[in-house]
Every structure is written in structure tokens, then in C-alpha cells.
Nanobody, 124 residues
Framework: QVELVESGGGLVQAGGSLTLSCAAS????????IHWFRQAPGKDREFVAG????????STAESVKGRFTVSRDNARTTVYLQMNSLKPEDTSVYYC?????????????????WGQGTGVTVSS
């Protein structure tokens, strides 16, 4: 069955950087856009950043614009999230998710597959 496996989370000081990876297996990789969401305790899951399957379009949420960069390696069936200048408010569980829809859907219902999540904690 399809698997999305996130890695790279951890504890970092404010201002630091982390790179998250999302490795896909048993997925028709070229048939899906894969995007990043996050969910902090007591809050809804929110869209963070995404990249199209053709790697020609990307989108980032206003809250992370200029700090987070998403990239995709089709040969490795992996999507990355480079996070710089981290803030305490970036503390969340980060999830990658796959969707057949284009246009960077914000609704979690548009996604067919989800990873298990990786935790990011930013200390002040």
C-alpha cells in the first residue's frame, strides 16, 4: 500500500533551520502533487507549502513565506521542506500529503494519502 514517510523533525532554537523529507513509496508519484501541512496542539491542520508534480509551480502560506522552501525530486520520489529562520510559533507536527488535484487545495479532504507526521519544536 501507499506510504508517505516524513523525517527530519526535531528540536531547534529560534532562528535555526531544519529540512523535512517526505519519501513516497508504492505511489504513482507523477500522478500526485505532494504538499506540506502542520498541526499545532488544539489547532486545525493548516496548509504550509506545496509543489506541483511537474515541479513548475509552488505555493507557501503567508505565515512562512520567505522562510520555508519546498522542493521535489521525482527521481527519488521525495519532497522536501527547507525551513529557515524558525520561530516558536512554527512548533507543530508536520505532515506531507498527496493529492490528485492541482491548485494547492487547502482542504484536507482533497488529499488521498497522508504521512504519519514528524514533530518540530522551536524553542525561544
Amino acid at each position: 500500500q501507499v506510504e508517505l514517510v516524513e523525517s527530519g523533525g526535531g528540536l531547534v532554537q529560534a532562528g535555526g533551520s531544519l529540512t523535512l523529507s517526505c519519501a513516497a513509496s508504492r505511489l504513482t508519484f507523477y500522478g500526485y502533487d505532494i504538499h506540506w501541512f502542520r498541526q499545532a496542539p488544539g489547532k486545525d491542520r493548516e496548509f504550509v507549502a506545496g509543489i506541483s508534480r511537474s515541479v513548475d509551480r509552488s505555493s507557501t502560506a503567508e505565515s512562512v513565506k520567505g522562510r520555508f522552501t519546498v522542493s521535489r525530486d521525482n527521481a527519488r520520489t521525495t519532497v522536501y521542506l527547507q525551513m529557515n529562520s524558525l520561530k516558536p510559533e512554527d512548533t507543530s507536527v508536520y505532515y506531507c500529503a498527496a493529492t490528485r488535484y492541482g491548485g494547492f487545495p487547502q482542504s484536507t479532504g482533497a488529499y488521498s494519502y497522508w504521512g504519519q507526521g514528524t514533530g518540530v519544536t522551536v524553542s525561544s
